[in-house]
């Protein structure tokens, strides 16, 4: 090989905002904020307020690749923080406060953060665990003078903070390998492990999640994330809105119907995207008020499958488009999404309708899929054969924080923990995680797939299927219910509806009503619920 | 800073294709031949014919690092030579076979290639430059067993190379920064340099151009390059069509009319690009056979000013969006296109049709631009202060080819030679080349502006002006006018029609009727013309 003689200046995070403070000056980012009014700012503005930041940062005493910490919403000053930490060769540890609290205290002492940046309503919960904080030394609230609270641990006021810093600076030039954006997982067992985005992969996502196989965003677009900003990135939305001019709308933590459409009405969302709670909550809101989405066109759904009603209410009531996509913290997120192609197309808008809104998504440039049997064989692409699901590229993890070794093998392929299968149209669909796919008499039943029809039996709010020890087949499916209020439903009706959709030996051995526990990212706590019933069968 | 602790695999060329060959495998690319029918094949085709071309330049002798040089149209085979050569970790010199003859045996010889793959075309080129190429060991003829020819040079023929040779290939690693196009620019004066694109700038090109600030391709998307593969890789196309899953149509050397309607309409050419001539070519056919152009939305037209006319008639008429896009041989090619922004959309249609016609267009991610005075001072953004265009990046050259010294300055800025002004919204307007710049008593005149007003005079076919040396002003400009056969035009129509579009002082001191002598690259040679007049005002 010779070495080319392009130039090459390192991916930096910090290029993504002076590139949309130069193109793009006067676009308005819009945010809610706790307790003050919505308040409208731009990306010129935001460049300024960012070089403020990371100057008031330094002038704690936060250096190169130091740690400081968020317990932060969607606004404006923590879009802020995702560009003046990293712009300072820093690290933004992103915590998620709805962890519980050994998890949050946890997190901040493996970080090691010595600043703690926090929106108003998490004030009780800093002062709460504040003394088993061994590392954090400046509290920082993240609110308008006048409404900061210093509380009882002393907090600084962002805002004051900001008004006293400079807005010169000179960025570092940042090595495009180094730490940027630290993200824990919260996994049912075992503490949280953190993963430690890169600029460079950061960046590449960005690029790769603005394309068209992905969110396809161009200058006219007004995007909403309603995930949040501690999980994984919001799916990047930070870097790619401004990258690709959109103007951003920051909901805060308000996602209630009346909320959300306020925001997407007068600001013209054109795009949002979250779990499929807030938007049953936002077709609710719209069916009772008797109004539509504005400009909304589409609406990326991940976290959890999308209910087949929620996608055909979005698309035939109000011509919205539904998007599934699948991801986490460990592939920075972006793994596949659901957009059209040709050869779907080519089979029609309802087959292809179906495909979009049953799997997960098609592979996007920058990060590879392979499905494999246990034997690490690939299985076959055709949207039947099910297997490991491992991932590599650019944005992959390759170790999590101080991990002893690498997470991915020799060959850079990490194993999701997903059971998954591809097909000829290059869409994955995941039938499961690893540890909840039901071993029954030696052949795979997915929770997942049963979990999709029961939930579309009428009365039923949530449903989870878990694995449960059997004398005789190892294990069974047992499916546990939270009925919707007033829903009258027994056992004989669910098992009635189901049916008709199931292989025979799918049939759930046993239906319980319960509520059903959720982590604290919002997914269903199989592990509780398999502690709960793990002698139901015996 | 701490180590990031994601992925670090190199960006490479060769991923490009495994990708469209893994998520896009039936995707076609369809390809005119000389002397051959029209040929489809498929990017999962492409990538196992790919491996058989790196496999037989192996067995030729090509090693990582050697260069391999092509004279060769816009077909399928010089598409695979330009993922087979890179992707053994060799470069893939695309000379331009329309230079003079010294100016391709010097580039042969200054890149030292050992391999020359051609098009039948141009085989009694090769033949009468071999004696003097001082290190091309084999040559091979870029046609179908039957249809080769080995003329004096003892010519291999591909298509039996690849019939030999096997498709199963271990691809090697290849380090991001190492060259893999090596493309020489021909200015007026001295011999080409040559300009060494890295892998990393070849893939962050391809994800930039194909977002929606440039490109906005996607998998619907049928792509048809009608600028030369030979020429900066065709606003590397070849390279961001399979990033998108488009369909490749590829013209070889066939720009007519007829043949371009044949391709659009059979194909469904939905995007293509090329320099002006070969549009006012298609325009005329369309309008001389009553025609439509298909499913053809967008035309990207660079290389010099669009007509206004034409840029009208395609969209009044048409349907079909025109973008100017501007770039050069150091920038990989892409610097700025000119899509759309809500900003411009604000000033309404008209408004902005009339920016986007009349501007190179608006700033990317990825290549920055600066536009500075004599003392290296910023001008104002004002759309009218202009100045020398600078500009970096990583897919911006550093330096040129075996060149002793960077081209880039410390901060990375090149000067391009062009001068430009920029705009509020972030479009970039080429007022002329330094060169050709016409200083008349301190003051500049932009000989591009004269021309595209001269161009609109009825009768004119091409208009050049120059500054020609002048006793008392230093220089004066001179309008070189080559006339539409038959038209009938003297100097006083000429000089009465700029008259109302002008400021008085910038009226050419001579208007003279001519032919205007054009460079390899087709555009006008002002060298020559300046040589020719330069005692006119003496």
């Not at 991915?408 to 995941?430: E, H, K, N, S, V």
Request: glycine letters at 8%; a negative charge.
């Amino acid at each position: 090989m010779i070495p080319g003689l392009m130039q090459t200046p390192p991916l930096q995070i910090i290029d993504i905002l002076k590139f949309a403070a130069t193109a793009h000056p006067s676009v308005e980012i819009v945010s809610r904020l706790v307790d003050e009014p919505i308040l409208r700012s731009t990306y010129a503005n935001e460049l300024k307020r960012t070089a403020r930041a990371a100057n008031a940062l330094a002038a704690l005493g936060v250096k190169a690749g130091d740690r400081v910490a968020t317990l932060a919403w969607n606004t404006h000053r923590h879009f802020e923080l995702f560009y003046a930490v990293p712009g300072m060769g820093a690290v933004l540890n992103t915590v998620n406060p709805r962890l519980f609290d050994e998890q949050i205290v946890f997190i901040l002492n493996h970080a090691e953060a010595g600043v703690l940046l926090f929106d108003k309503t998490f004030l009780p919960l800093v002062e709460r665990l504040a003394p088993q904080m061994q590392t954090v030394k400046h509290f920082v609230m993240l609110s308008a003078e006048g409404v900061c609270a210093a509380g009882k641990v002393g907090a600084l006021c962002y805002e004051t903070l900001l008004a006293a810093a400079s807005d010169d600076i000179g960025w570092p030039v940042v090595d495009e390998n180094a730490g940027a954006m630290l993200c824990y997982t919260s996994g049912t067992t075992g503490d949280p492990k953190g993963v430690l985005y890169s600029h460079r992969g950061v960046v590449l996502h960005a690029m790769a999640s603005s394309m068209n196989s992905a969110f396809g965003f161009d200058a006219f677009d007004v995007v909403m994330p309603c995930s949040s900003l501690f999980h994984a990135s919001a799916w990047g939305l930070p870097f790619a809105a401004p990258m690709c001019g959109c103007k951003l709308a920051l909901p805060c933590e308000k996602m209630d119907g009346a909320s959300l459409q306020e925001l997407i009405v007068n600001e013209g969302v054109t795009f949002t995207g979250g779990v499929p709670t807030i938007w049953t909550m936002y077709l609710a809101y719209l069916e009772q008020t008797h109004q539509t989405p504005g400009k909304l066109k589409r609406v990326v759904i991940g976290g959890s499958a999308v209910p087949r009603a929620m996608a055909e209410t979005f698309k035939k009531k109000y011509g919205v488009q539904v998007l599934q996509i699948w991801g986490m913290t460990e592939t920075a997120p972006l793994g596949v999404i659901a957009t059209p192609t040709p050869a779907l197309a080519a089979l029609g808008e309802e087959a292809m309708d179906e495909a979009i809104w049953t799997r997960q998504g098609r592979l996007q440039f920058g990060i590879e899929l392979r499905v494999v049997d246990d034997d690490g064989r690939d299985v076959p692409w055709d949207g039947e054969s099910s297997g490991a699901l491992l991932v590599r590229g650019p944005w992959t993890i390759r170790r999590y924080y101080r991990g002893a070794n690498d997470v991915a093998d020799a060959d850079g392929w990490f194993d999701t923990g997903d059971i998954a299968t591809l097909d000829q149209y290059g869409f994955m669909r995941i039938t499961d995680r690893k540890k909840d796919v039901i071993k029954s008499g030696g052949e795979w039943i997915s929770s997942i797939d049963l979990e999709n029809v029961a939930v579309a039996c009428p009365g039923v709010k949530i449903a989870a299927v878990i694995g449960v020890p059997h004398p005789k087949w190892e294990e069974r499916p047992v499916l546990v219910i939270e009925k919707h209020d007033g829903a009258d439903l027994c056992e004989q009706d669910v098992l009635a509806y189901l049916a008709p959709h199931i292989v025979k030996w799918w049939t759930p051995d046993a239906v319980v009503f319960d509520t059903v526990p959720l982590t604290a990212t919002g997914k269903i706590d199989k592990k509780v619920l398999r502690e709960r019933y793990k002698a139901l069968l015996s």
